[in-house]
Nanobody
Framework: QVQVVETGGGLVQAGGSLRLSCAVA????????VGWFRQAPGKEREFVAA???????YYGDSVKGRFTISRDNAKYTVSLEMNSLRPEDTAVYYC???????????????????WGQGTQVTVSS
């Protein structure tokens, strides 16, 4: 049984920073690809960032240069450092994990089996 738990959301002013954490319990953490997705009201779930077991990282176009994803295999956690936040970054942020995700599917939320409950990030203008 794999469990995924996100922490670290909150309210921040535009231009500020937040750090989200994702803890993954169960399975072999070092083998997981872990991704962050977000969903704003009335919008589709959007790919934010992902990190593979190789530590290669991938980012959605809207967050490149502002967000950084990293992993700590010893602590079974993945972090998302979010800088220069904008009001349009406001959404529920979800962490997802799975193994065997091919590169062409890494940004597709349908290919991840294990999900957290989500954490709200609100950026005020």
């Amino acid at each position: 049984q794999v469990q995924v738990v996100e922490t670290g959301g909150g309210l921040v002013q535009a231009g500020g920073s937040l750090r989200l954490s994702c803890a993954v319990a169960g399975g072999t953490f070092s083998r997981f690809t872990v991704g962050w997705f977000r969903q704003a009201p009335g919008k589709e779930r959007e790919f934010v960032a992902a990190i593979r077991s190789s530590r290669h990282t991938y980012y959605g176009d809207s967050v490149k240069g502002r967000f950084t994803i990293s992993r700590d295999n010893a602590k079974y956690t993945v972090s998302l450092e979010m800088n220069s936040l904008r009001p349009e970054d406001t959404a529920v942020y979800y962490c997802a994990a799975d193994t065997g995700i091919i590169l062409s599917s890494i940004g597709n939320h349908r290919h991840y089996d294990y999900w957290g409950q989500g954490t709200q990030v609100t950026v005020s203008s």
